[in-house]
């Protein structure tokens, strides 16, 4: 409608009858006709077209919300990783201070970042979380892409009756799913009781608190994130591309390592990132199910503001994490640019 | 174009000729739905074969059972002699190319037309110099670095081409191969794949919906109805004698009366047809029982319309022009008869004199030759 008439606002040109122009004491009603107009939609996007706020009021939603809830905390807790802990509330010092002198005062204290690399505590800790994060990524992707390729290749009935079992976990609460697996995987769970009771094992296996119940938790709650982009892209692969490798005279495995595998790049870079950068800051899990002995940053991280109080090593420890897996989001972020250029 | 190729000799019309692929009783069923149904065929070396008809016919299932996607339900298909049942596609010797194109999008120009020879064990320089060789025949040769997707329809479309062609097989399968391309675009390329063919004597099968595509490319035209090949022959043949009804409707267009045998002689038939002014007299016998009933088709350009009542008893008939499609080279009209029955009536516009063009209401004599009709029985 904006668009047939120049997308220009014209009093009296629309509204049914042609009304002569009258002043506001013959017709009162007027202006608030001309406000009734405007709030109609189609004048917005004339109005938008016009005056080309468009595109900025579209990225402003986006863009405030990432200011507002990621920004705004970060630069929080960047400041805090650059304070000192002090028996307060909130408990770390403020980073601008006025001296007596009336100097307005900033002290940052690089001694929480000097700490984690003194304490081989953190260290260990980022290299075990890197590696069960790795690990459990491994997993997800060699489980998640048959079962992805399967759907993909499934009627669209049977599609969607498997796509909705892999969602159908979600509706129950994380933390009861990872304790339903301390009952199957403890000395006297259902896993070590069905084996004994077979006969295939005379003791019970050990396998809670070990990095196995790690993986195992992790690969079975994060798999989701690794089947859906990789289905969402298997799912639009032409077929026809198949049929013409092995009508050139590629057999199906090998069709699959050239045609299939690689078109799938970008899904399987998005599901890896979806669940590895989750698993390397995971905490209930490993808390759960894991070691004792060795701890993931994630429960490091939370030992620091709980149990320890110490809010600017917290952050200090939040942020060097961030920095870690900076690199895999930009890794993700390239693939994603490359995905959409070849569209 | 088919006029000139009649110099190559007619294998179909040799008793000993060996087919090179005889497709035998095939029957194709998709759960109850029978795609193909009992088909027979047999295509000669050299060929260009178009397996013609409209969208679900069958023509497609038919190819790709040549190519090995579709395995038949019955009956037997021989490529070269060896019975092609249960060999996977990509051990036959057929290449074939997608009406899609199917090219690999994540691969150059030169990758997707190596890919079938690195399928092979060719050494590395073979498969470049066959590459660079058959990218300079479908002139190429300056995208081989170029993504698929920077390319024109009509460069992917010699892409597809060149990646079928590389691997020099003995049997190409084409699925509407110029259905993509603009009008200019598709008459060049029509004519490139003929020099293509020629120079690499390689046997072509193309499915097309198109008879323009069919008549201007094919040696012979299977003509597919429902699941079935309705009639073989050279374009020439299926369109001057159509075998059935179905055949003369469908290729070009025609004018067709219902009608009735009234005399049957060795060397013409006359036949009694309500919607036209006087019998229609053909100059051929056929054999069919006296007062059957039968069709007699007539193309539009073998009418002759005139504005004097011809001397001749038979073969033609009154109306008045009801409509005008001047085309330039051409000129259809709808001519309405006196029965009410519409005829199109092409004239081919040879001179530019105003008596001798007709106008709208115009009453006309439609008449022609005895050789023209087509008759035909049920």
């Known amino acids: ?343 | 174009m088919a006029e000139t190729r009649t110099k190559t000799p007619e294998p179909w019309l040799d008793p000993h000729a060996q087919a090179y692929i005889r497709v035998e009783n095939v029957t194709k069923r998709f759960g109850n739905f029978v795609a193909v149904n009992n088909v027979s065929l047999k295509i000669y070396k050299g060929e260009i074969f178009c397996l013609l008809g409209g969208s679900g016919c069958g023509k497609t299932t038919l190819l790709r059972m040549l190519a090995g996607f579709e395995q038949p339900s019955a009956g037997a298909v021989y490529i070269d002699g060896q019975d092609m049942a249960g060999i996977p596609p990509y051990e036959r010797p057929v290449n074939m190319m997608f009406q899609s194109y199917a090219l690999f999008p994540h691969m150059t120009v030169a990758g997707n037309v190596a890919f079938g020879l690195e399928q092979e064990k060719i050494r590395r320089e073979e498969i470049n110099r066959r590459v660079a060789e058959i990218l300079d025949i479908v002139k190429l040769g300056e995208y081989a670095k170029r993504k698929p997707h920077q390319l024109s329809g009509g460069q992917r479309q010699r892409v597809a081409l060149a990646r079928a062609l590389v691997k020099r097989p003995k049997l190409l399968l084409l699925d509407e191969p110029l259905g993509a391309l603009d009008r200019k675009l598709r008459e060049h390329t029509q004519f490139e794949l003929l020099g293509i063919q020629e120079k690499l004597g390689v046997t072509f099968v193309v499915v097309t919906h198109d008879q323009e595509e069919a008549m201007t490319l094919s040696s012979r035209v299977g003509v597919m109805n429902r699941g079935e090949i309705v009639q073989v022959g050279t374009p020439r043949q299926i369109y001057e004698f159509p075998a059935s009804r179905f055949v003369a409707d469908f290729i070009g267009s025609v004018n067709l009366f219902e009608g009735q045998l009234t005399e049957d002689e060795q060397d013409h038939v006359r036949v009694k047809c309500d919607e036209l002014n006087v019998p229609v007299y053909v100059d051929h016998g056929m054999s069919a029982p006296p007062l059957a009933l039968c069709w007699v088709a007539v193309r539009p350009e073998k009418i002759e319309l005139g504005r004097e009542r011809p001397a001749a008893t038979d073969n033609w008939a009154h109306g008045v022009i009801h409509d005008i499609a001047y085309m330039g080279d051409m000129t259809v009209f709808v001519v309405k008869l006196d029965s009410g029955r519409q005829v199109r009536v092409m004239q081919a516009n040879r001179t530019r004199k105003p008596e001798e063009q007709f106008a709208w209401d115009e009453a006309v004599y439609l008449s022609w030759d005895a050789s023209s009709p087509v008759v035909g029985i049920g």
Request: net charge positive; aromatic share 14%; with cysteine.
């Open chain 1, 1 to 343: 409608m904006g668009a047939s008439n120049g997308g220009r606002w014209r009093a009296g040109s629309r509204g049914g009858a042609k009304r002569a122009p009258g002043s506001l004491l013959t017709r009162p009603w007027e202006p608030l006709w001309h406000f009734f107009h405007l709030l109609r939609p189609a004048r917005w996007s004339a109005y938008v077209r016009d005056h080309w706020i468009g595109k900025p009021l579209v990225t402003a939603v986006p863009m405030l919300w990432l200011v507002l809830f990621f920004m705004v905390p970060f630069i929080i807790v960047f400041g805090i990783s650059f304070s000192q802990s002090v028996l307060a509330i909130p408990p770390y010092e403020e980073l601008l201070a006025w001296t007596d002198d009336k100097v307005l005062q900033l002290r940052l204290h690089l001694s929480n970042y000097n700490y984690l690399f003194t304490d081989s505590l953190y260290a260990s800790s980022y290299l075990y979380s890197v590696k069960v994060a790795a690990v459990s990524t491994f997993f997800c992707l060699l489980l998640g892409y048959p079962m992805a390729y399967g759907i993909a290749r499934a009627t669209t009935t049977r599609r969607n009756i498997f796509l909705m079992l892999i969602i159908l976990p979600f509706w129950t609460s994380f933390l009861l799913r990872v304790y339903a697996w301390i009952g199957l995987l403890k000395s006297n769970g259902v896993i070590n009781n069905v084996l004994m009771s077979l006969g295939i094992i005379h003791e019970p296996i050990t396998m809670m608190q070990t990095d196995f119940a790690v993986y195992i938790g992790i690969v079975y709650s994060y798999l989701p994130f690794m089947i859906l982009p990789l289905y969402s892209n298997l799912e639009k692969h032409d077929r026809t591309l198949l049929e013409a490798a092995a009508d050139l005279g590629s057999k199906p495995w090998k069709a699959f390592v050239r045609i299939t595998l690689p078109l799938s790049m970008p899904g399987i870079v998005a599901g890896s990132l979806l669940v590895f950068i989750p698993a390397v800051g995971e905490y209930v899990i490993p808390s759960l199910l894991g070691r004792t002995d060795q701890l993931m940053i994630g429960r490091v991280l939370s030992d620091e503001f709980f149990e320890n109080r110490d809010w600017p090593v917290a952050s200090a420890v939040a942020i060097a994490m961030l920095v870690l897996l900076v690199v895999p989001i930009m890794i993700f972020q390239r693939y994603q640019n490359r995905e959409l250029a070849h569209k």
